[in-house]
């Protein structure tokens, strides 16, 4: 063989594991950031916001690195720059996560915003600057660069591509947020050790990559093996949150669903980091939710029930006899879950002969169905995240308004009027333009300081009980004191400025962002 041959077959080797290691580092920056996307959500209460801050830095980070990448490149080793700057990545993605759980705890919200820029800042200077210095390595016995960049970077956008799709399909939801972040790791050590094996005398580099993909075959294996162990810290990752570890946890396509055991309060749902319902409060709130619409509705022949996977609305509804119900519910994970552990709210209702159930987007349900119904209970979340504005909106109420009959009633939460006054006032004017008959009304509770109704119809007198209904808290003898609002929330009721909100204008959602915590309208005391 002659030394131009030797050369050339060199240079060849070395590229092509300068491209596995690219793949590997794309695979594990995507990973990354599809982890940590979900999780900032939690950290900064805002999807949007952490969508913004992830990808935001992300992209600065990227570019920073970049330019620094091709500096170092020109005045330093880039074989060993690459392999340090791999490990250092290695050890955020190990550790990260860790760190993001202390996030959670930092009182200020604009302080947990600037350490979560902080925290994510480094790796991604550091991932900006694997491109120029792998190009750097490649092209240190070749003239085209253009050729190589366009390789380094190809290389490395596949991978992030596998990363991205992977994440989702079968790393999150198999391996939890800690085994994901950890095989990132491992990948980005991979990286490294495959850059070291380029280096010493030909039969060790061979010995050093044989070695390599062992430690990566026993990595994953481990990982892959240890999904009990994952699982495990998975429960303790939000530790801080409650006081206690969760007693399940399960990712799905739509949210992050746990249920938290809460001394006296009893089992919590909680999804997305936030407090759906409580053992302790379901009767009180789910009562309210159901039982007012009831005494107005002299006969129900037919109910229709939106969200609630809990069943504690069910529950009500068949209490007093009400025989055809329709669940839509999106997340059959929240059922599933309800059905083991938040037994105390539905009390079997869950699985009742009497409840057909229908998985699926309620707003598409109310536009597919013919079907007519006496009364419709909406249970949702609050509306914290954008995607659930379009079920606040005037054109989701005026396709509950259609399935409806003519003396049929319209019940939904509306958020705590004490934390969201602005956003509870948004909900009844946005119902009140599709509904002529249209009442708010507002009960204590424990474990939200106060909860918000708003109850709608055509035709039906809303403060006059026409049957006897009873339960632990209502009852109809005292209905009509439920509508007497205090007088700071009946102002902001009756402001002119809150908007309606509709597909396009998603009002609620703004006033959810700038509520109690932050400059609600009820903070400002004269």
Partial sequence: MTRATSILKCTSSLTFLVLIAMFATGFSSLLYEVVLLFNMSIVLGMTELATSVV???FIVGLAIGSWFGGRISSIANATTSF????IIIALFGFTSMFAVSHLINVGLPFLRLIFSVLLLLLPTILMGMEIPLAVHIINKHQK???IDTGKVYSADTLGGAFGAFLAGLILVPVLGFFGAMALGGILNLFAALLLLSTTGNPDSRKLFLISTLLFLCAGIFILFSSTARLHD????????????PPLETAITPYQRIEVVARGPYGNSL???GELQITSHDSVAYHEYLVLPALAVIPNVESALVIGAGDGGALRQLLKYNVTTIDHVELDPEVINLSRMYMRDVHRGALDDPHVQRIIADGRRYLEDTNKTYDLIIVDLPDPIQIALAPLYSAEFYA???KRLT???????????PLYYAESFASIYKTVHTVFPITESYIVPSSSFSSLGYVIASETTNLTVPLRNISGEWYESTSHASLFSIPKKIRNVLNDEHIGISTDNEPFVYTYHQSGYYARGILDDQQ
């Fill in 83 to 86: 392999i340090i700057i791999e």
């Fill in 270 to 272: 909680v999804l997305n």
């Fill in 406 to 416: 003519s003396t049929g009633v319209f019940a939904t939460q509306a958020t705590s």
């Fill in 399 to 401: 396709l509950i308004h």
């Fill in 233 to 244: 810290v998975q429960l303790g990752f939000f530790f801080r949150d409650y006081g206690v």
């Fill in 144 to 146: 085209n660069v253009g």
């Fill in 55 to 57: 990808i935001g830095t």
